[in-house]
T-cell receptor
Framework: NAGVTQTPKFQVLKTGQSMTLQCAQD?????MYWYRQDPGMGLRLIYYSASEGTTDKGEVPNGYNVSRLNKREFSLRLESAAPSQTSVYFC????????????FGNGTRLTVT | KQEVTQIPAALSVPEGENLVLNCSFTDSAIYNLQWFRQDPGKGLTSLLL?????REQTSGRLNASLDKSSGRSTLYIAASQPGDSATYLC??????????FGAGTRLTVKP
């Protein structure tokens, strides 16, 4: 029962470097999401994909891009990392966007120096 | 814009105690509300989902209630155990599928 798998678990970047966070789910879910979690704050939505072939901005999309590669995979790219992007990033999926519980991966802890 | 607040930020109780975690939200026009558990270094696990038309949901020792008119939800944990120690987050979804999370309550259950 893999559920939602994120790679890598940890990453350190220098300012200006780029990287892609990978996410895959094996539950045949239609919707996938990327969140960031910062200390003392709730999770904030970066981007989501309601279904294969579609992506939309969330609350904090600036500095990020996403790709819904297929139904299983949803990647998050930082083109030019900034210290403000130091955070824990979570990928999540759900059967549909409205009324299904979210299933989360274990997160990627990213530090930008 | 919906704002979700969880107070207190941290709570410590002795094992066996019944406890209540609070979640308040500013806009009562919600679609559903979820309670999650997060263990250190892990992702969130969905515990209970309450539809806007429901008043409560139960799963084992957990009971979540919803009062839309007052903008409040509570998570009741009966007979707490050390294994219940975790951070509990609530999240509110509106009719536009926009979900807002609270910052969570960190619960410690002492043996």
């Amino acid at each position: 029962n893999a559920g939602v798998t994120q790679t890598p678990k940890f990453q350190v970047l220098k300012t200006g470097q780029s990287m892609t966070l990978q996410c895959a789910q094996d539950m045949n879910h239609n919707s996938m999401y990327w969140y960031r979690q910062d200390p003392g704050m709730g999770l904030r939505l970066i981007y989501y994909s309601a279904s294969e072939g579609t992506t939309d901005k969330g609350e904090v999309p600036n500095g990020y891009n996403v790709s819904r590669l297929n139904k299983r995979e949803f990647s998050l790219r930082l083109e030019s990392a900034a210290p403000s992007q130091t955070s824990v990033y979570f990928c999540a999926s759900s059967s549909d966007r409205s009324n299904s519980p979210l299933h989360f991966g274990n997160g990627t802890r990213l530090t930008v120096t | 814009k919906q704002e979700v607040t969880q107070i207190p930020a941290a709570l410590s109780v002795p094992e066996g105690e019944n406890l209540v975690l609070n979640c308040s939200f500013t806009d009562s026009a919600i679609y559903n509300l979820q309670w999650f558990r997060q263990d250190p270094g892990k992702g969130l696990t969905s515990l209970l989902l309450i539809q806007s038309s429901q008043r409560e949901q139960t799963s084992g020792r957990l009971n979540a209630s919803l009062d839309k008119s007052s903008g409040r939800s509570t998570l009741y944990i009966a007979a707490s155990q050390p294994g219940d120690s975790a951070t509990y987050l609530c999240a509110v979804k509106d009719n536009n599928n926009d979900m807002r999370f609270g910052a969570g309550t960190r619960l410690t259950v002492k043996p």
